[in-house]
C-alpha cells in the first residue's frame, strides 16, 4: 500500500526510491507534493520556490523518472545524449544540483554531468563526450561547450531554469536565450523563481507552455521559528556591535560560532573579515572577487568550525547549500527587501529555531521600512547594551560610503555582471551541524505560511542604489520578449 505521505505514491522507479531512502528522504516537501505529479505528467511547471524548499527533488525526481526508459548500459556516448538539462545562476548552485541529482540517479544506468566556468574545461569535456542524460550548467559555460562541440542539445526534452529571477539578475537572458534555441520546441520545460518581477512573468510567459503555477510557503514556514532582533546604532558602531553580539549570544551567554554575517559590498566583506580577525575571531571573507580556491577554502573552513563566522556577500551566499546555521547576521541592511528574506532564510529551517539579527543606521530607515512592508512585521527596535556608546563617531552615510566608491556600482547585487561572477564559481555547498541558541519565538510572520504573493522589486533607495550605469535585464523591461522570441503559445 502507497501512502501519500510518503514517496512511493508517486509511482517512482524502485532505484530511485531506494537512493533519497538511502539519502533520508521519507516525507515529500510541500513543493515535491505538489510539483512531482505535474512533471511526471509531462506539464511545464512555474514554481514559486526558494533554495532550501527541497525544490531540486521537486523536478529532479521525476526528470530522473522520465528519462528512465532511456537508461542503458552502453558504453557508446550515442546511447547517452542530453535529454535533460538544467540552468543554474552560480556554479555553487549548479554543484549543489548536481550533487543531488548524481545521488537520485546513483542506482539507476541515467549519467549526470555538471559544468560551470571558472575550472579547467577538460574534465568537464570528457564528461559531456562520453555522453550524459542530464546536464547541470552556468549557461556561459555551457555556452562555450556548445561552440565547441563538447554537446548537443538536439534531443533535451526536459529543461529546468533554475533560480531564474537570479539569472535574470545576472544578466544572464541572452545567454538563456542563445541556450534554448539549440532545443527542440516540443519539450518539458520547468522554471523556478522565489520572486515574480514583470521580468520573471514575461520570461514565463515565452518560455513555459500553460504551466502549472505551483507555490509553496517560504523557507519551510519557519518565521515562526526564527526569532528577528533588529538594532539600531550608528553606523561606527557597528563593528563593535558586532564583535559584541559574537561574545555573548551564543549557547548560554557565551561566544556564537557557525555564524554568516551579511554586508552589501564585496569591499565591507573583505574589511568586515579583516576587523574581526584583528579582533580575535576566526572569521572570513566569501564574495565574487575570491578564486574558487579561496572560496573553497573558506567553506571548507565554515563547515569544520575552524572558521566561525563567514562574512558574505548576497551573490557569493546564493545558492550554497549551507543549512542549518542557528544564527545569521545581518551588518548590513540589505538594500532589496527581498534579499532579507533570503538571508535569514539560511537560518530556522526544518523546523528548528534559528536568530537573525540586523543592524540597522539612521540611513537605512527605508530600506528597513521597506522589508517590513514585505514581511508585514514591525520590528521592535533594540540597543545593545554592552557597547560604549558614550561617544559616537559621526555617521557615516551611505552616500559618502557610495561617493568613496566602497561598493561595486550595481545595486544590492554588487557583484554580478562581469562573466567571472555570473555563475563562473564552484565551490562545493557546505553543510554545517550546528549548536542552537536557547529558541525565542516571535510572533508568526504569515509571509512564511502563505503562498509567496508576487512583490514588485523595487529598489528601496532609488536612485542612490541602482546607478546609471545599470544594465540588468531587471532595470529593461521588454527586453525578455524580444529575447525568447521562440516559445509562444
Ligand atoms: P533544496 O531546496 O532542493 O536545495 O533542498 C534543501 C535540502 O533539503 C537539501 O539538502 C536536500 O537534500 C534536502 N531535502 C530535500 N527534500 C527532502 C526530503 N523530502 N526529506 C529530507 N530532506 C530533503
Redesign the pocket.
Known amino acids: 500500500m502507497s501512502d501519500p505521505k510518503d514517496f512511493t505514491h508517486f509511482g517512482l522507479d524502485p532505484q530511485l526510491l531506494a537512493a533519497i531512502t538511502e539519502?533520508?528522504?521519507?516525507?515529500?516537501?510541500p513543493i515535491?507534493a505538489k510539483a512531482i505529479p505535474v512533471v511526471l505528467r509531462g506539464g511545464d511547471v512555474m514554481g514559486a520556490a526558494q533554495?532550501?524548499?527541497?525544490?531540486?527533488?521537486g523536478f529532479g525526481l521525476p526528470m530522473l523518472q522520465r528519462l528512465m526508459p532511456h537508461a542503458n548500459p552502453s558504453m557508446s556516448p550515442a546511447r547517452h545524449p542530453v535529454r535533460g538539462l538544467i540552468l543554474a545562476p552560480t556554479r555553487e548552485l549548479a554543484d549543489?544540483v548536481a550533487d543531488?541529482l548524481k545521488k537520485y540517479a546513483s542506482k539507476s544506468q541515467l549519467r549526470v554531468a555538471v559544468v560551470y566556468g571558472g575550472v579547467d574545461m577538460k574534465p568537464q569535456t570528457e564528461a559531456l563526450r562520453r555522453g550524459c542524460e542530464v546536464v547541470i550548467a552556468t549557461p556561459g559555460r555551457l555556452l562555450d561547450h556548445i561552440e565547441q562541440k563538447n554537446t548537443n542539445l538536439s534531443q533535451v526534452q526536459i529543461v529546468v531554469l533554475d533560480e531564474a529571477d537570479r539569472m535574470l539578475d545576472m544578466g544572464f537572458l541572452p545567454d538563456i536565450s542563445r541556450i534554448l534555441n539549440f532545443l527542440p520546441k516540443e519539450r518539458q520545460s520547468l522554471m523556478f523563481s522565489a520572486t515574480f518581477s514583470e521580468e520573471i512573468k514575461k520570461l514565463a510567459a515565452n518560455f513555459l507552455r500553460d504551466p502549472q503555477l505551483i507555490e509553496v510557503a517560504r523557507r519551510n514556514a519557519t518565521a515562526d521559528n526564527v526569532k528577528q532582533e533588529v538594532y539600531k546604532l550608528h553606523e561606527s558602531e557597528k563593528t563593535d556591535a558586532l564583535l559584541e553580539i559574537l561574545r555573548t549570544r551564543g549557547p548560554d551567554g557565551g561566544r556564537l560560532t557557525q555564524v554568516l554575517v551579511f554586508v552589501n559590498a564585496k569591499i565591507e566583506c573583505r574589511r568586515l573579515a579583516r576587523q574581526l580577525q584583528k579582533a580575535g575571531v576566526n572569521a572570513d571573507a566569501i564574495h565574487g572577487d575570491k578564486t574558487q580556491d579561496e572560496r573553497m577554502k573558506a567553506l571548507e573552513g565554515f563547515k569544520s568550525g575552524a572558521i566561525e563566522v563567514l562574512v558574505a556577500t548576497d551573490v557569493a551566499a546564493r545558492g550554497l547549500?549551507i543549512?542549518e546555521l542557528p544564527v545569521v547576521i545581518n551588518y548590513d541592511v540589505p538594500f532589496q527587501s527581498e534579499d532579507y528574506v533570503h538571508r535569514i532564510g539560511r537560518t530556522g529551517r526544518a523546523g528548528a529555531s534559528g536568530l537573525t539579527i540586523m543592524l540597522m543606521t539612521g540611513s537605512d530607515e527605508r530600506s528597513v521600512a521597506a522589508i517590513e512592508r514585505l514581511t508585514k512585521q514591525s520590528f521592535e527596535m533594540q540597543t545593545l547594551s554592552g557597547i560604549d556608546r558614550a561617544q559616537p563617531r559621526p555617521e557615516r552615510d551611505r552616500g559618502e560610503r557610495h561617493g568613496r566608491g566602497e561598493r561595486s556600482g550595481r545595486g544590492s547585487r554588487g557583484e554580478r555582471g562581469d562573466r567571472g561572477d555570473r555563475g563562473d564559481r564552484g565551490d562545493r555547498g557546505v553543510r554545517t551541524e550546528s549548536t542552537r541558541p536557547a529558541p525565542a519565538r516571535q510572533p508568526v510572520d504569515d509571509l512564511f505560511t502563505k503562498p509567496y504573493e508576487p512583490a514588485a522589486r523595487e529598489p528601496t533607495t532609488p536612485g542612490a542604489d541602482v546607478p546609471p550605469s545599470e544594465t540588468s535585464a531587471e532595470r529593461r523591461p521588454g527586453r525578455v520578449s524580444a529575447l525568447l522570441g521562440g516559445r509562444k503559445k
Open positions: 539519502m533520508g528522504y521519507t516525507t515529500p516537501t515535491q533554495t532550501g524548499t527541497g525544490k531540486t527533488a549543489q543531488n547549500d543549512v
